[in-house]
């Protein structure tokens, strides 16, 4: 008669709920790293090179006011040539609690709306004249090229005084002597591959601009959904204790009633 080895049958099956317990680990492992990765991803938004900007204007209110949006030519290069590094930047869903008024879309600029300006010819310029209420915003995306020749194009946002074309704000982001050249911007987008906009932190007058986080509403539901699986996962049958206690007592009640030859 063969005996059942009880040691050897106890030992597998322990390896084997060592391993379903093992399982759960594993899986709540590879949901933080997801997580990590996704929050890692939210923080470089504006690397996406699209993002709603929304100007605080209420220090201005019942001002009229001139935003403009002016991408200048820094590597001195035309389509065709190598590397070109030419950019555009379009500007779309201006909106105001105040009064949108006229237009100027006539140098390096295309469209409307949207508005595209492109640095193809040196300058593109796009300008929104508006008397100002207490909330401005508006939706930018932009391209990262640069030749690696001279300076990347640049992208600043000024406010101007529709009359004279002179800033109605002094900012903290005063650059004269840049290789291109900006003075008392809101903005500004160096372009270059991983370009981000630079905001004005000191105004004057105070003058806050928010961009909100995009995708923080994503990563949140896929924060949610990956513990939600995770649960799910857990709830699914496995070896419990109690089914591994049952299959020992059956192998033991078996080993135990086998009878040898000549008992």
Do not use: W, Y
Request: hydrophobic residues 40%; glycine residues 10%; proline residues 6%.
């Amino acid at each position: 008669m063969i005996h059942a080895n009880s040691n050897h049958s106890r030992t597998a099956a322990g390896e084997r709920q060592a391993r379903v317990k093992r399982r759960p680990r594993t899986r709540f492992a590879v949901t933080l790293a997801a997580l990590a990765s996704a929050f890692t991803l939210g923080g470089i938004h504006h690397n996406a090179h699209a993002v709603l900007v929304t100007l605080d204007t209420t220090s201005l209110n019942g001002t009229s006011a001139r935003l403009d949006f002016a991408l200048l030519d820094g590597d001195s290069l035309v389509a065709g040539d190598p590397g070109d590094g030419n950019n555009t930047v379009t500007i779309s869903s201006i909106v105001t609690n105040g009064t949108l008024g006229g237009v100027d879309c006539s140098v390096g600029c295309t469209g409307g709306p949207p508005f595209t300006i492109s640095d193809l010819g040196g300058l593109g310029q796009f300008l929104q004249d508006l008397t100002l209420g207490t909330t401005v915003s508006f939706d930018l995306s932009f391209t990262s090229h640069f030749s690696g020749n001279g300076a990347p194009d640049r992208l600043s946002l000024l406010l101007l005084d529709p009359g004279t074309n002179l800033t109605l704000v002094d900012t903290s982001l005063d650059f004269s002597s840049d290789p291109v050249p900006v003075q008392d911007a809101l903005l500004i987008v160096d372009h270059a591959p991983g370009a981000q906009i630079q905001f004005a932190t000191v105004s004057s007058p105070l003058l806050p601009i928010a961009v909100p986080e995009p995708g923080a509403g994503m990563l949140f539901s896929l924060a949610l959904a990956l513990i939600g699986g995770q649960r799910i996962r857990r709830a699914h049958p496995c070896v419990s204790h109690r089914t591994e206690a049952a299959a020992q007592t059956r192998l033991s009640t078996s080993t135990s009633t086998h009878t040898h030859p000549g008992e």
